[in-house]
């Protein structure tokens, strides 16, 4: 299985901060990861796919990139409702796999 | 739109069974893919399979084989889950997913909460 390595586990900023999450395979995927948001309770948002696509409705201060085995999920300016839970996925090979995820929290 | 409504949470006791189900409305179930996965707080979230509504086809991550069986009605478009002799490991949001623009989990139900305990 591959795994995906996500870092950091938590994450504090400020309101209009840009912060960097990171995910790093265990073998080349292919540019095959997508990012999503949980807020609590809630399902999953597919927010990005296939590294820097992104979905209909993700605003345009979430970004992704990456190659190989790196890829990295950032948001500039950071806004209230962007405080949630975030996770890579891997989807180039089966098991698909997820990271441990990332709580962005306010400071 | 995309919908998949996902049943209630589920109290069940340790060696039992659940069923599980996933209905959905706003796309060709036929010709879709639906995946469930599973979300424990730290683990993070766990693929189980994915069901090919089409012709039943299926896929498990081979942690699930033997403690998930994946089906479909596509009379109804709802796919259900099946999860046998249920321990403490098995309690867990379950969640049921629609592949969508290449991406195996692009539509998501809400969840379902299930406990296990006597």
């Known amino acids: 299985d591959i795994q995906m390595t996500q870092s950091p586990p938590s994450l504090s900023a400020s309101l209009g901060d840009k912060v960097t999450i990171t995910c790093q395979a265990s073998?080349?995927?292919?540019?095959?990861i997508a990012w999503y948001q949980q807020k609590p309770g809630k399902a999953p948002r597919l927010l990005i796919r296939?590294?820097?696509t992104l979905e209909s409705g993700t605003p345009s201060r979430f970004s992704g990139s990456g190659s190989g085995r790196d890829y990295s999920f950032s948001i500039s300016n950071v806004e209230s409702e962007d405080i949630a839970s975030y996770y890579c996925?891997?989807?180039?090979?089966?098991?698909?796999?997820f990271g441990a995820g990332t709580k962005l929290e306010l400071k | 739109q995309v919908k998949l409504l996902q049943s209630g949470a589920e109290l069940v006791k340790p060696g039992a069974s659940v069923k599980l189900s996933c209905k959905t409305s706003?796309?060709?179930?036929?010709?879709?893919?639906m995946s469930w996965l599973k979300q424990v707080p730290g683990p993070s979230i766990e693929w189980i399979g994915w069901?090919?509504?089409?012709?039943?086809?299926?896929n498990y991550n081979q942690k699930f084989k033997g403690k998930a069986t994946l089906t479909v009605d596509k009379s109804s478009s709802t796919a259900y889950m099946d999860l046998s002799s249920l321990t403490s490991e098995d309690a867990a949001v379950y969640f049921c997913?629609?592949?969508?623009?290449?991406?195996?989990?692009?539509?998501w139900g809400q969840g379902t909460l299930v406990t296990v305990s006597s």
């Open positions: 997913a629609r592949a969508g623009n290449g991406v195996p989990f692009a539509y």
């Open positions: 706003g796309f060709t179930f036929s010709t879709s893919y």
């Open positions: 069901i090919y509504a089409g012709d039943g086809g299926t």
């Open positions: 073998q080349n995927i292919n540019k095959y």
């Open positions: 296939y590294t820097s």
């Open positions: 996925l891997q989807y180039d090979n089966l098991p698909y796999t």
